[in-house]
């Protein structure tokens, strides 16, 4: 009895399953428009619903064209059979539909498989290199459609996409770190009336480069205008709130954040969670305002200068925020904007140079890695613009070897890391120098002897030694030195490494495996 029940229970199973199949066949499958509902999906912002409906409706054309003719030819892309027909206009919408996608849920390899014809003309150029992140390019093509187009006697008057592409150019030359050039733009506007946009522009120039006075929005930046501020954006909210600290109007911070929080809140709780290329910047505005009231809260009674406690209060915040951006691994558009934001409060309202170098050091680091180089270079440049020791003085001129380095041009890095290294202070010996060169047996004059003076900062020898490790493997690469002086290199890191020492012993280590390769190679050849 019970085999019965469930061969009973199986075979109504499958024709339960036949008849869905031939439901979805006959009926569904063939009557229902994905295409329509892969674009309803995409203005629902359901991105994995729109791109799930995209394949669909690619395998049902795949399916209505083999049923024509076997000869169709197909572009294949993963897990998408995209019809080669580029002229179809629905095959347009598809790619642009894929690559809105892609573009929102922040996927970073997906747009070779759309291509880079799936759009003619310049804009189609302009929205791959803004999504590749190649600003250069971007400003490049922007400026073209600028000159192209004609002028217009204001930009109220001017057509929307005129506006646009003004925006474009400034955003782009603000990625690739030009914001003087960004700083003049928007000064030749005047007072005439701007696009919102552009507006927004002008507040993030302004409190970037400390211009509490600029001309151009006295009239629009008074502190205490909370009437005004019913869709405040995030960057009129922050240079109105460092204004008022300036002047020492605590009171009427509270309500400009307040009222800037609550708009980013209304644009939060409409954007999809799919997206986080739109969910991460609205986090990183919170970050920003929510830090601004903790600078209010600890500038109190009038004060406009934190004491060094508070600074050290404030750092500590940042450093558990800093701990767990890492973790979320976000984008370096998003974390910049709150590094330059700590860098303006800790430059207009502490004495702190030691921990605005800091920052800034970081801020140079991490543009670097991310192929920021203008950026970079211009955070270095804050550096050594303010009251700088000698430590910093030796992180920063290591940091520039890195970042010639990483530009390419790797001869100027090894020689201005080799000049760091001879002159920073009297403990870096240089052998040959000085008519002492006893132990330089082979006449390398650019074989140097590190030597301990008491009392040396263990931090100043912590410096030395990575800069003598990096120096070592940097000669190694370009084969710029023979063998006994690297290898000197490295054991005078070891020699004053201090806590690096560990790191330096792992270099040693690492050069000398490499050199064992090379030998290992070389006797596997015939020769």
Request: glycine share 4%; aromatic share 8%; proline share 3%.
């Amino acid at each position: 009895q019970p085999s019965s029940a469930s061969s009973s229970s199986s075979s109504s199973s499958t024709s339960t399953t036949g008849l869905v199949d031939r439901l979805w066949k006959l009926d569904f499958w063939n009557s229902f428009n994905f295409h329509l509902a892969t674009c309803a999906a995409l203005r629902c912002s359901a991105y994995y619903t729109s791109l799930q409906y995209a394949e669909i409706w690619c395998e049902q054309y795949q399916m209505q064209q083999s049923a024509q003719t076997s000869t169709q030819a197909l572009n294949t892309y993963p897990g998408l059979m995209i019809p080669s027909d580029s002229s179809s206009q629905t095959v347009i919408q598809l790619k642009q539909v894929l690559f809105d996608v892609y573009r929102n849920t922040g996927e970073p390899h997906s747009f070779s498989a759309v291509g880079v014809d799936w759009k003619p003309g310049d804009q189609g150029k302009i929205e791959a290199a803004e999504y590749e992140t190649d600003w250069a390019k971007s400003a490049s093509l922007y400026d073209i459609l600028i000159t192209s187009s004609p002028s217009p006697s204001s930009l109220s008057s001017s057509s929307s996409s005129q506006s646009h592409h003004i925006e474009g150019l400034l955003m782009a030359m603000k990625k690739i770190g030009h914001q003087h050039v960004v700083d003049q733009y928007l000064k030749s506007f005047g007072s005439q009336p701007l696009p919102d946009e552009l507006v927004e522009l002008q507040y993030d120039s302004a409190w970037r480069n400390m211009q509490w006075d600029t001309h151009f929005l006295a009239a629009t930046t008074s502190s205490t205008a909370v009437s005004t501020v019913a869709s405040l954006k995030p960057n009129k909210a922050i240079f109105c709130s460092l204004r008022a600290l300036q002047n020492k109007e605590g009171s009427a911070i509270s309500e400009l954040l307040s009222a800037a929080r609550l708009s980013l809140v209304e644009r939060l709780a409409v954007a999809s969670n799919e997206s986080p290329n739109v969910i991460q910047p609205l986090l990183a505005n919170l970050q920003q305002l929510s830090e601004l009231e903790d600078v209010s809260s600890l500038t109190k009674d009038g004060q406009t200068m934190m004491s060094e406690t508070t600074v050290k209060e404030l750092q500590m915040k940042w450093m558990r925020n800093h701990q767990h951006r890492q973790q979320s691994e976000w984008s370096f558009e998003v974390i910049e904007p709150i590094m330059a934001l700590r860098s303006i409060i800790l430059e207009s309202f502490s004495n702190d140079c030691v921990g605005l170098n800091s920052l800034l050091l970081e801020m140079a680091k991490l543009a670097q890695i991310k192929g920021r180089f203008s950026i970079a270079t211009s955070a270095l440049h804050r550096v050594k613009r303010g009251n700088i020791g000698s430590t910093s003085s030796m992180q920063v001129k290591i940091q520039e070897s890195r970042l010639m380095w990483e530009e390419g041009h790797k001869s100027g890095a090894i020689a201005q890391l080799l000049q760091t290294i001879r002159t920073e202070d009297e403990s870096v010996v240089v052998i040959g120098d000085d008519g002492n060169d006893d132990d330089d047996d082979d006449g390398d004059e650019n074989k140097m002897e590190i030597v301990e003076r008491e009392g040396k900062s263990g931090t100043m020898s912590w410096f030395k030694a990575y800069a003598l490790c990096k120096l070592a493997k940097w000669q190694n690469i370009q084969r710029s030195e023979r063998r006994e002086t690297i290898q000197h290199y490295l054991k005078s890191a070891i020699r004053i490494g201090g806590e690096y020492k560990p790191h330096a012993h792992f270099a040693f280590a690492q050069y000398a495996d490499s050199l064992y390769q090379n030998f290992a190679d070389k006797m596997k050849t015939p020769e």
